[in-house]
């Protein structure tokens, strides 16, 4: 994942050397003054087979509520949010202690909003948009048995907005791929659950 800081409105260019230099926000913010973390991520276009074999659990859930705080995950200081989703259907687990509609889970993604010496201090992905309390999502996650938290596979490619009656991809602008390319699928979530469980009834493919 690379990233770039924000100064004001304009780019500044400060490479991850520079960023590692400082050991919280609070001194990025002293030395550079209040600055956006953009992040964009690099991994290729994956498809909804990957999505299922990389997966400890596929389920449909409602955003209910987020907490950011600071961390450092890749040796410089950066915010991180955890975003806590009620499970309303289970598609697709294989994990060790089985969970079942109506449990709660943790999903720790990159971004989020903190107030860092007294300014309000942004970090977000540019093409994986945050999530938003209150919407439906089909997440296909991976779990961390270090923090107790899940994270979306393929660097957010495993996670889908629920509208009326259509599922929309939410990472967009993914390498390969030409403008006029849609995150929109054509398909109600009951046919995507459809398509999840048949895959993972598949026998897996020899190696």
Not at 91 to 118: C, I, K, M, T, W
């Amino acid at each position: 994942m690379r990233v770039t800081a924000i100064v004001a409105g304009g780019v500044l260019a400060l490479s991850l050397g520079v960023l590692a230099q400082d050991s919280s926000l609070a001194d990025l913010v002293r030395r550079h003054g209040p600055i956006e973390l953009a992040m964009i991520n690099d991994g290729y276009r994956v498809d909804l087979s990957y999505l299922v074999v990389e997966s400890h659990l596929i389920a449909r859930g409602r955003v209910v509520t987020l907490t950011s705080f600071e961390s450092r995950p890749r040796g410089r200081p950066t915010i991180m949010t955890d975003y806590a989703i009620d499970l309303l259907d289970i598609f697709h687990q294989r994990l060790a202690s089985p969970r079942q509609a109506g449990d709660q889970v943790a999903v720790r993604r990159d971004g989020g909003e903190l107030l860092v010496e007294g300014h309000l201090m942004k970090a977000y992905v540019m093409n994986f948009p945050a999530f938003e309390v209150g919407e439906e999502y089909v997440l296909a996650l991976r779990a961390d048995s270090k923090t107790g938290t899940f994270s979306v596979v393929a660097d957010g490619q495993g996670a889908f907005l629920i509208g009326a009656d259509w599922v929309a991809r939410q990472v967009r602008h993914i390498p390969g791929e030409t403008p006029e390319e849609t995150q929109r699928l054509d398909l109600r979530v009951d046919d995507l659950r459809s398509l999840i469980v048949s895959l993972a009834e598949q026998p897996p493919v020899a190696q």
